[in-house]
């Protein structure tokens, strides 16, 4: 979760569970045997990787990097497995670098790419990358959560591939669609007043939220199995699994 929703958060939403999920499987299938040294590059409040943890091999690390994190943040405890810094971990790469929802809150997000990102990874390790999708669908709320823009999946293929070679893609939550589209028309025929405050707090019942997890991890479920595929649906998010570039 952004640190900016951080405060104002009760349960976790259906959609982050699912997303969760996704991911979790996603490096899985990348990392066979799971690595050792994990970077989570915007890992907000930690959530993400306190889920991960679990799937790795004992003796795992990983480093949750938020260049927002307060000196509060720093000292808050953690699992042994876990460490957080607002300093990225350029002495150590790792055998797999997170960068979830990442890049649209970078305004010159190529030059991170080059910069920040790629020596974060390991010559021989994987980059998992995924971003908010359709330009059309940029909304006040992403403005209210600091993004820059939405991408699709030619904008971030040409935005990894000068330091990245893309080993699959994909696309998730199909079903978030419809309801994204019309908030943005709504929007756009009533612009609002101001930048929206963020609300991110789920307040339904445990029925509820537990139906509409399950509908988004089958959702997510058939977006991993579609990936690379000619047929691929179009998603609210898009995604890339890759590998660095040899340095010529």
Known sequence: MDLREREQHGQRHPWEVARARFFRR???DAVPGAPHRVIDVGSGDSWFAAQLAPDLPAGSEIVCCDVHYTADDLAAPLPASMRRTA???LDTPGDLVLALD?????????????DELRPLVSDDGVLVVSVPAHQRLFTSHDIALGHFRRHDARTLRALLEPSFDIVREGSLFTTLLAPRALSAAIE????????PALDSVWTHGPVVSRTIAAVLSADAATG???ANRRFRPPGLSVWAVCRPRAQS
Request: aromatic share 4%; charged share 30%.
């Open 102 to 114: 990442v890049l649209e809150h970078i305004d010159d997000d190529r030059s991170f790419v080059r």
């Open 224 to 226: 991993r199995a579609l």
């Open 26 to 28: 996603i490096v899985t």
């Open 87 to 89: 300093v990225p971990p």
């Open 188 to 195: 756009r025929v009533r612009p609002p007043h101001g930048t």
